[in-house]
């Protein structure tokens, strides 16, 4: 059982826009800001797509966007694309003073 | 360009070890902290291990420690995984991870490199 609860999946047509929620406790996501997502196409290595909950690395879509409330963070996606279907991964640090990443089960994205 | 290459995975009995490398080109190694992350087949992510950036501290899930050894030789840019006593269940893809300064995001990743623990 993943320490960070994901759906296991979300589908929405092009264009639409997509939530998809991590939930965690006050000790990970509540805790601190150290909430990132991931997206992992099959065969391939997980991507870095949002840090510090709501940042985006340079280069990256503006269609992608982070948020948080309490114990749940939540990574939108709107103009759904078809290269957008892919595996999405939430994580977040456990106890300030260590390194130790917990990652949500994960959420499979399907575009219509 | 930053790389991130893993190599050393393979088949391997139950009980034997492993010894996973990863060398990375295009970035200052000796300034960043390092982590393993691992992937059992049709799973999610799981966090395995990481290495302060000088190699003094490491941190384990509870899952591997005992079992694992993580460490780095920053004249050689490179990051290791040691797997002695292998489960089954240690089966999956590895990845070497970098993460972001002072932070507990990874940036960068490798394209990982199979380990399976089978009779």
């Known amino acids: 059982q993943s320490a960070l609860t994901q759906p296991a999946s979300v589908s929405g047509s092009p264009g639409q826009s997509i939530t998809i929620s991590c939930t965690g406790t006050s000790s990970d996501v509540g805790g601190f800001n150290y909430v990132s997502w991931y997206q992992q196409h099959p065969g391939k290595a997980p991507k870095l797509m949002i840090y510090?909950?709501?940042n985006r690395p340079s280069g990256l879509s503006n269609r992608f966007s982070g948020s948080k409330s309490g114990n749940t963070a939540s990574l939108t996606i709107s103009g759904l694309q078809a290269e957008d279907e892919a595996d999405y991964y939430c994580s977040s640090n456990r106890n300030s003073s260590t390194l130790h990443v917990v990652f949500g089960g994960g959420t499979k994205l399907t575009v219509l | 360009e930053v790389q991130l290459v893993e190599s050393g995975g393979g088949l391997v009995q139950p009980g034997g070890s492993l010894r996973l490398s990863c060398e990375v080109s295009?970035?200052?190694?000796?300034?960043?902290?390092m982590s393993w992350v691992r992937q059992a087949p049709g799973k999610g992510l799981e966090w395995v291990s990481a290495?302060?950036?000088?190699?003094?501290?490491?941190y384990y899930a509870d899952s591997v420690k005992g079992r694992f050894t993580i460490s780095r030789d920053n004249s050689k840019n490179t990051l290791y995984l040691q797997m002695n006593s292998l489960r089954a269940e240690d089966t999956a893809v590895y990845y070497c991870?970098?993460?972001?300064?002072?932070?507990?995001?990874?940036?960068?990743w490798g394209q990982g490199t199979l380990v399976t623990v089978s009779s």
């Open positions: 295009g970035f200052i190694f000796r300034s960043f902290v």
């Open positions: 991870a970098k993460y972001l300064v002072h932070t507990t995001h990874l940036d960068y």
């Open positions: 290495v302060s950036a000088s190699g003094d501290s490491t």
């Open positions: 510090f909950v709501t």
